[in-house]
Antibody, heavy 118, light 110 residues
Framework: QVQLVESGGDLVKPGGSLRLSCAAS????????MSWIRQAPGKGLEWISY????????YYADSMKGRFTMSRDNARNSLYLQMNSLRAEDTAVYYC???????????WGQGTLVTVSS | ESVLTQSPGTLSLSPGERATLSCRAS???????LAWYQQKPGQAPRLLIY???SRATGIPDRFSGSGSGTDFTLTISRLEPEDFAVYYC???????????FGGGTKVEIK
């Protein structure tokens, strides 16, 4: 069955960097657009970015541009999110998800927790 | 930027009752690009409805979506104990490309 497994979440100091990974299985990864979404503790969902099936087209939420970089490796069935200059407000659970052609997120991973604190 | 506003923030109902959740957009939404999700504590969101009214695979028919333009509704015809959760609406915007979520409605047991 479809599985998305995020990893890489950790406790990091303000100003630090972190790279999240999402391992995909159970579907043809190279066929699908993918997305990252986050959720701060006790808060709602916030879209971060999405990437086309080839990794050539990437869009970011305005608030994420410049610090976050999304990429994928179709040979490894993996999705990545490089996060730099982290701030306390980046503390959240980060989810990867499959993005359907009509812009809905039809499969989600279980999430990985990123905590930014000194 | 198109903003989604969900109401009410919290809905207190009893099992067996009907739940009506609202999602209002600041700009008109293409119905093909409006979705609803359910999230239970400690779990990832789950897709319920896409294209405003199409149920995702495995979603019971007590869940239904409707609406057009700027006003959309998620209806749960008869609440089951497992339906008490937070519900989010979400839109896909073509230009500039983006996904946006509403703030969520919590359906709690009265």
């Amino acid at each position: 069955q479809v599985q998305l497994v995020e990893s890489g979440g950790d406790l990091v100091k303000p100003g630090g960097s972190l790279r999240l990974s999402c391992a995909a299985s159970g579907f043809i990864f190279s066929d699908d657009y993918m997305s990252w979404i986050r959720q701060a503790p006790g808060k709602g969902l916030e879209w971060i970015s999405y990437i086309d099936s080839y990794g050539n087209i990437i869009y970011y939420a305005d608030s994420m541009k410049g610090r976050f970089t999304m990429s994928r490796d179709n040979a490894r069935n993996s999705l990545y999110l490089q996060m730099n200059s982290l701030r306390a407000e980046d503390t959240a659970v980060y989810y990867c998800a499959r993005l359907g052609r009509s812009g809905y997120l039809n499969q989600w991973g279980q999430g990985t927790l990123v905590t930014v604190s000194s | 930027e198109s903003v989604l506003t969900q109401s009410p923030g919290t809905l207190s109902l009893s099992p067996g009752e009907r739940a009506t959740l609202s999602c209002r957009a600041s700009q008109s939404v293409n119905i093909n690009y409006l979705a609803w999700y359910q999230q239970k504590p400690g779990q990832a969101p789950r897709l319920l409805i896409y294209a405003a009214s199409s149920r995702a695979t495995g979603i019971p028919d007590r869940f239904s979506g409707s609406g057009s333009g700027t006003d959309f509704t998620l209806t749960i015809s008869r609440l089951e104990p497992e339906d008490f959760a937070v519900y989010y609406c979400q839109q896909y915007v073509i230009s500039p490309p983006a996904l946006t979520f509403g703030g969520g409605t919590k359906v709690e047991i009265k």
